[in-house]
């Protein structure tokens, strides 16, 4: 095996938003950047210019984006979701703030016993986030 990359499919409401949501993942974390964006040409199934390919990195690990205009029976789902450990309580709150404005906290940040500040949401674009603080 080579590598193994994670890969987010934005389908149903969130068809056309990939490039959005990279765009406000990479303005979250440092060192984090869009690599490139592959589009859809016209007279494909999905429109014009909609994400056909985007490679980006959230402090320097890399993921893959893209829409897709089918009609799919799934989305995303908390069960696979992004754990971040982050190193100050400052980082951990402001990225919790952002990531959940417009989404649905599952555990609001608090000490689980597990560790001393943990928390579970899905963004605006149903992606799934862990945030763990770990000085």
């Given at each position: 095996?080579?590598?193994?990359?994670?890969?987010?499919?934005f389908?149903?409401?969130?068809?056309?938003?990939?490039?959005?949501?990279?765009?406000?993942?990479?303005?979250?974390f440092?060192?984090?950047?869009?690599?490139?964006?592959?589009?859809v040409?016209?007279?494909?199934h999905?429109?014009?210019?909609?994400?056909?390919l985007?490679?980006?990195?959230?402090?320097g690990?890399?993921?893959?984006?893209?829409?897709?205009?089918?009609?799919?029976?799934?989305?995303?789902?908390?069960?696979?979701?992004?754990?971040v450990?982050?190193?100050?309580e400052k980082?951990i709150?402001?990225?919790?703030?952002?990531?959940?404005?417009?989404g649905?906290?599952?555990?609001p940040?608090?000490?689980?016993?597990?560790?001393e500040?943990?928390?579970?949401?899905?963004?605006?674009?149903?992606?799934?986030?862990?945030?763990?603080?770990?000085?």
């Amino acid at each position: 095996m080579k590598t193994i990359k994670t890969s987010l499919m934005f389908v149903g409401d969130q068809a056309g938003k990939a490039e959005e949501a990279i765009k406000f993942y990479t303005s979250l974390f440092e060192n984090s950047k869009i690599i490139d964006i592959e589009r859809v040409e016209a007279g494909g199934h999905d429109p014009e210019g909609a994400v056909k390919l985007a490679r980006f990195s959230i402090n320097g690990t890399l993921f893959l984006a893209m829409d897709s205009y089918y009609d799919h029976q799934f989305s995303f789902t908390p069960t696979m979701s992004l754990h971040v450990e982050c190193g100050s309580e400052k980082e951990i709150e402001d990225v919790f703030k952002a990531l959940s404005d417009g989404g649905k906290v599952l555990m609001p940040l608090d000490n689980y016993g597990f560790s001393e500040k943990f928390g579970w949401l899905n963004d605006k674009y149903g992606v799934s986030w862990q945030l763990n603080l770990s000085n």
